[in-house]
Antibody
Framework: EVHLLESGGGLAQPGGSLRLSCAAS????????MNWVRQPPGKGLEWVAT????????YYADSVKGRFAISRDNSKITLYLHMSSLRVDDTAVYYC??????????????WGQGTLVTVSS | DIQMTQSPSSLSASVGDRVTITCRAS??????LAWFQQKPGKAPKTLIY???SLQGGVPSKFSGSGSGTDFTLTISSLQPEDYATYYC?????????FGPGTSVHIK
C-alpha cells in the first residue's frame, strides 16, 4: 500500500527557512516522480514543484522559483522541500503527492496527509 | 499558463441525485486531466485520471468525460459520503494548474 508521510511543518518568520520531508513506502520510490502541492487555509490547491525519479529534472511554480528547492534521497526513500525567504503568503498545508503515471509527472495518484506551514512574525 | 475554470462553484443536491460538474481549460490539454475529491480537514483523493479513467478503488458511480478544453465529472447517484469539494487539474504542461473547486452541499 502506498503511504506518504509529511513532516517538518511549523511556524516560521517572514524571511526564514524551513525544510519539509515526505517519507514514502509501499512502492518503488526511485522510479516515481514526486510533487509538492499546497493549499492556503480556506483556499484551493496550488502546484508547487515536481522532481523526476532520478532527480535529474525539477520544475517549479513561478511563485516559489528561486526560493524553494525540491530534492530527494532515494536511499532514504524521502522527498524534501527546502523553503527559504519565506513570505506570509506561503502559509499553507503542504502535500507531497506521487506522480508520473504513464510518464506524466503531474498525473497524481496518491497524496500524503499534509503538513501545515505558518509564516508569521 | 493554462487557466482552469469550474462550474458551478457550489451546488446543493439531494441523496440519490445525479450531479455533473464542468471543468474548462483555457487551451487544449488533450485528455491530461484529473479530478480530486477533498473533504474538510483531509487530503485530496484522486478519483479520475486521463479525463475518464477511474482511479483504483474508486466506486463506479464516479465517471469523467471530455477532451481538449471541456470536461465533466458525473456522480451517478449522490450519497452522504460524496458531500465534498471537487477539483480538476491539468497535467498537460507546466505549471500544472487546478480549478478553483466545486463544493457539493446537502439540499
Amino acid at each position: 500500500e502506498v503511504h506518504l508521510l509529511e513532516s517538518g511543518g511549523g511556524l516560521a518568520q517572514p524571511g526564514g527557512s524551513l525544510r519539509l520531508s515526505c517519507a514514502a513506502s509501499g512502492f518503488t520510490f526511485s522510479t516515481s516522480a514526486m510533487n509538492w502541492v499546497r493549499q492556503p487555509p480556506g483556499k484551493g490547491l496550488e502546484w508547487v514543484a515536481t522532481i523526476s525519479g532520478d532527480a535529474g529534472v525539477a520544475y517549479y511554480a513561478d511563485s516559489v522559483k528561486g526560493r524553494f528547492a525540491i530534492s530527494r534521497d532515494n536511499s532514504k526513500i524521502t522527498l524534501y522541500l527546502h523553503m527559504s525567504s519565506l513570505r506570509v503568503d506561503d502559509t499553507a498545508v503542504y502535500y507531497c503527492a506521487r506522480g508520473g503515471r504513464g510518464g506524466y509527472y503531474g498525473d497524481i495518484d496518491y497524496w500524503g496527509q499534509g503538513t501545515l506551514v505558518t509564516v508569521s512574525s | 499558463d493554462i487557466q482552469m475554470t469550474q462550474s458551478p462553484s457550489s451546488l446543493s443536491a439531494s441523496v440519490g441525485d445525479r450531479v455533473t460538474i464542468t471543468c474548462r481549460a483555457s487551451q487544449g490539454i488533450a485528455h491530461y486531466l484529473a479530478w480530486f475529491q477533498q473533504k474538510p480537514g483531509k487530503a485530496p483523493k484522486t478519483l479520475i485520471y486521463d479525463a475518464s479513467s477511474l482511479q483504483g478503488g474508486v466506486p463506479s458511480k464516479f465517471s469523467g468525460s471530455g477532451s481538449g478544453t471541456d470536461f465533466t465529472l458525473t456522480i451517478s447517484s449522490l450519497q452522504p459520503e460524496d458531500y465534498a469539494t471537487y477539483y480538476c487539474q491539468q497535467y498537460n504542461s507546466y505549471p500544472f494548474t487546478f480549478g478553483p473547486g466545486t463544493s457539493v452541499h446537502i439540499k
